[in-house]
């Protein structure tokens, strides 16, 4: 089994509406949680960190699970602009130092007009 | 600020032979990071390094090699290029501390 798991998708969205997807990862000992978002052949960028209480930035809401595993995000209002892939990264500390994070496969949206 | 850089963005290798992808980055962060991106696997990582002169192996070390000799430089050397090992290339680095890493724009890399 993955240690995140993600839907590949694609989701196809009309303009202006609603998105969610879920990722789920594995290991317990995760300790925080990230949607990087990831243009078509460029480098992924954070997105947004998921708190515990969950958290919006704008039109973008996350959502963590701990009891269940999952972490989820959503846009509303969707804009074509919005059109990427969404990659969840859970992040576990390390014995020695510093922090390992590990990346889920992607979910691709594609919003169209 | 350049922020993080790599070279080449592209690159075509014959199987067995050996190149170094560089990477650099002028954010004076602490941590940097290899990671390699195949269709449907996510990101791996392959080596990292918590400063310099400290590496240590990710999920995918086999084949390739690092050093960090300075804060600023972080190359990934492959050492007999195999076909396996043809995939988009990221490095990354973040400052101890915190958890955003900034990625480069990645090199593309081939192995025929």
């Known amino acids: 089994r993955k240690e995140v798991e993600q839907d590949p998708g694609p989701f196809n969205v009309p303009e202006g509406a609603t998105v969610a997807f879920n990722c789920t990862y594995s290991?317990?000992?995760?300790?925080?949680f990230f949607w990087y978002r990831q243009d078509c052949r460029k480098e992924p960028k954070l997105l947004m960190s998921?708190?515990?209480s969950g958290n919006e930035d704008g039109r973008f809401t996350a959502q963590l699970n701990r009891a269940s595993q999952y972490i989820s995000l959503l846009i509303r209002d969707s804009k074509l602009s919005d059109s990427a892939t969404y990659l969840c990264v859970v992040n576990i500390a390390l014995k020695a130092a510093g922090n390992k994070l590990t990346f889920g496969g992607g979910t691709r949206v594609l919003v169209k007009p | 600020n350049a922020g993080v850089t790599q070279t080449p963005k592209f690159q075509v290798l014959k199987t067995g032979q050996s190149m170094t992808l560089q990477c650099a980055q002028d954010?004076?962060?602490?941590?940097m990071s290899w990671y390699r991106q195949d269709p449907g696997m996510g990101l791996r990582l392959i080596h990292y390094s918590v400063g310099a002169g400290i590496t240590d192996q990710g999920e995918v070390p086999n084949g390739y090699n690092v050093s960090r000799s300075t804060t600023e430089d972080f190359p990934l050397r492959l050492l007999s290029a195999a076909p396996s090992q043809t995939s988009v290339y990221f490095c990354?680095?973040?400052?101890?501390?915190?958890?955003?890493?900034?990625f480069g724009p990645g090199t593309r890399l081939t192995v025929t």
């Open positions: 954010m004076n962060h602490e941590y």
């Open positions: 990354a680095s973040k400052s101890a501390g915190l958890y955003e890493q900034y």
């Open positions: 290991n317990s000992a995760s300790q925080s």
């Open positions: 998921v708190y515990s």
